[in-house]
């Protein structure tokens, strides 16, 4: 009888684990959402920006229109220099990247220049 609780509590806590695996994965994009056949350069100011896992973003406001891009996770930005302060609302900024195949209004960014700095995302 405590053999078979036993059991089911195991089974029970590997199907949690598992299934979160599965939500994880689910929830995390990948690249090939993005057309690498299609760079372009923006130039804009930063509205918002978030340095959050699983990426960071901003929100680009450029001449023609507004984006929101997506850039590599914190620790990667970070390790190459490209601080939180530095995507401050108001400070100007130019991204090469390449465009959503389903958001017209979303990129992801290959690498971001603020204030003269070069930071290669990828």
Do not use: C
């Amino acid at each position: 009888m405590v053999r078979s609780r036993i059991l089911g509590v195991v089974r029970m806590a590997g199907l949690a684990f598992v299934l979160s695996l599965a939500t994880a994965a689910f929830a995390h994009h990948g690249w090939s959402g993005y057309d690498a056949s299609k760079p372009l350069t923006v130039t804009g100011t930063i509205k918002e920006a978030g340095y959050e896992h699983p990426h960071g973003f901003v929100r680009l406001q450029a001449p023609e229109k507004a984006w929101v891009v997506t850039l590599a996770p914190p620790s990667r930005m970070e390790n190459r220099g490209l601080q939180q302060a530095t995507l401050k609302p108001g400070t100007t900024a130019t991204v090469m990247g390449y465009p959503s195949r389903t958001d017209p209004d979303e990129m992801r960014a290959e690498w971001i220049a603020i204030d003269g700095k070069t930071t290669q995302l990828r």
